[in-house]
Every structure is written in structure tokens, then in C-alpha cells.
């Protein structure tokens, strides 16, 4: 193994884009393993390579690592993204948690029914203004701040870039009334390893498309 780490998804994006985010966010490069087929999926599970039977896998430090958020703590705590103190990193995590429930909608948008779809966007956008992006605008104007917590880069930024930009694919104008937050989207996007990410060719994937779809359901399929 070269030493980087090696991560075992799908070619999409996934539970393992927040992952691939993060990384990209420390400035540490890895390795992908995409599965294709059922096969293969069957054989991680055969081999005891996944604990609960489920991806994302991420081998790194001499561990082979399973569920996202136990993945992502990792991470953030390794490469210091998770707050100076205990009450800082309950923080982050508060943020992160309520970011993913943000995220879990757009996760599982692509395989809404087609005649839901439409029902199901307008539930993103609506829990996006009014209960989420609402939090972070606050939290920004109040400690007139760059960052969410502790005036220093952390798993909760990465986290809320990512979901900003991931709302705005499918809600161009959602940050119009959180000015804050323009300006956060703004500044994140220029942080060096971050503007990186988002340069074309880079491991950030593309949105799902109905052949990845297709993709998840052949692989994952019981």
C-alpha cells in the first residue's frame, strides 16, 4: 500500500462524498476502489472486510473503518478539525449532525419515485430555509466570525459547504435571504484545498445520474 488512504465506494457520491470532502479539506490525497458489480460487494462482506455488511470502507493508519460518521470523526480528530476542547467538538458535532439530516434528503433525491420527485425537492428546499441555513446565518452573525466554531476551520465548515453547494444544485437561489452565508460560501470555496476540490478533474464526483442509480441498485440489490 503507498500509505494513503484507500477508500471502497462506488463511483459517485454517496455516504462517501462527505468522506472524500474531508480529506480533500486536510489536503490529504487517496486511493479509490469503485465497486461495480454485486460480486464484489458480496465478497468485502465475505472476507470480514465490512463489520456491519455495509460501505462506505475506508482503510487508513492500519484499520479497515466502516459508518460514515465514526469514519469522519477519525478524520477531523487526526488532522485537527474537530475543535480545541470537549465543548468545542460538541459543537462541531451538533452541526454536523444537523447538516447530515440536510443531507440525508439530498442522498436519497436520486431514487425517489418520478413522481415524487417534485414533492421531495420541495421538501429540501423548504427544510433547507427554514430549518437549517436559518441556524448557520444566526450562528455566523453573532460571533461575526469566518468560521462556525472557535474561529477556526473545522468538520463543521467542510460539512456546510458541502451541503450548501449540494442544495444549490437543485436550488440555485436558496442562500438569496442568508447573506452570511454567501459571504461563508464565499470564503470556503477559496480556502486552498477546498478551491482545489472543486477544480474539474479533481475526486469530487459529479451529481448522481440515473446510471449511477441503476449502479447502487444492481450492487446493493438482495
Given at each position: 500500500?503507498?500509505?494513503?488512504?484507500?477508500?471502497?465506494?462506488?463511483?459517485?457520491?454517496?455516504?462517501?462524498?462527505?468522506?472524500?470532502?474531508?480529506l480533500?479539506?486536510?489536503?490529504?490525497?487517496?486511493?479509490?476502489?469503485?465497486?461495480?458489480t454485486?460480486?464484489?460487494?458480496?465478497?468485502?462482506?465475505?472476507?470480514?472486510?465490512?463489520?456491519?455488511?455495509?460501505?462506505?470502507l475506508?482503510?487508513?493508519?492500519?484499520?479497515?473503518?466502516?459508518?460514515?460518521?465514526?469514519?469522519?470523526?477519525?478524520?477531523?480528530?487526526?488532522?485537527?478539525?474537530?475543535?480545541?476542547?470537549?465543548?468545542?467538538?460538541?459543537?462541531?458535532?451538533?452541526?454536523?449532525?444537523?447538516?447530515?439530516?440536510?443531507?440525508?434528503?439530498?442522498?436519497?433525491f436520486?431514487?425517489?419515485p418520478?413522481?415524487?420527485?417534485?414533492?421531495?425537492?420541495?421538501?429540501?428546499?423548504?427544510?433547507?430555509?427554514?430549518?437549517?441555513?436559518?441556524?448557520?446565518?444566526?450562528?455566523?452573525?453573532?460571533?461575526?466570525?469566518?468560521?462556525?466554531?472557535?474561529?477556526?476551520?473545522?468538520?463543521?465548515?467542510?460539512?456546510?459547504?458541502?451541503?450548501?453547494?449540494a442544495?444549490?444544485e437543485?436550488?440555485?437561489?436558496v442562500?438569496?435571504?442568508?447573506?452570511?452565508?454567501?459571504?461563508?460560501?464565499?470564503?470556503?470555496?477559496n480556502?486552498?484545498?477546498?478551491?482545489?476540490?472543486?477544480?474539474?478533474?479533481?475526486?469530487?464526483?459529479?451529481?448522481?445520474?440515473?446510471?449511477?442509480?441503476?449502479?447502487?441498485?444492481?450492487?446493493?440489490?438482495?
Amino acid at each position: 500500500m503507498s500509505g494513503k488512504p484507500r477508500l471502497t465506494y462506488l463511483n459517485g457520491r454517496g455516504r462517501m462524498e462527505s468522506i472524500r470532502w474531508l480529506l480533500a479539506a486536510a489536503g490529504v490525497e487517496f486511493e479509490e476502489v469503485y465497486l461495480e458489480t454485486k460480486e464484489q460487494y458480496d465478497k468485502l462482506i465475505k472476507d470480514g472486510f465490512l463489520l456491519f455488511q455495509q460501505v462506505p470502507l475506508v482503510e487508513i493508519d492500519g484499520m479497515k473503518m466502516v459508518q460514515t460518521r465514526a469514519i469522519m470523526s477519525y478524520i477531523a480528530g487526526k488532522y485537527n478539525l474537530h475543535g480545541k476542547d470537549l465543548k468545542e467538538r460538541a459543537l462541531i458535532d451538533m452541526y454536523v449532525e444537523g447538516i447530515s439530516d440536510l443531507m440525508q434528503m439530498i442522498l436519497m433525491f436520486p431514487f425517489s419515485p418520478p413522481d415524487a420527485k417534485e414533492k421531495n425537492l420541495e421538501s429540501i428546499k423548504e427544510r433547507a430555509t427554514n430549518r437549517y441555513f436559518p441556524v448557520f446565518e444566526k450562528v455566523l452573525k453573532q460571533h461575526g466570525q469566518d468560521f462556525l466554531v472557535g474561529n477556526k476551520f473545522s468538520w463543521a465548515d467542510v460539512q456546510l459547504i458541502e451541503a450548501i453547494l449540494a442544495v444549490e444544485e437543485k436550488v440555485p437561489a436558496v442562500l438569496s435571504g442568508f447573506p452570511q452565508l454567501q459571504v461563508f460560501k464565499t470564503k470556503m470555496s477559496n480556502i486552498p484545498t477546498i478551491k482545489k476540490f472543486l477544480q474539474p478533474g479533481s475526486p469530487r464526483k459529479p451529481p448522481p445520474d440515473a446510471h449511477y442509480v441503476e449502479t447502487v441498485l444492481k450492487v446493493f440489490k438482495k
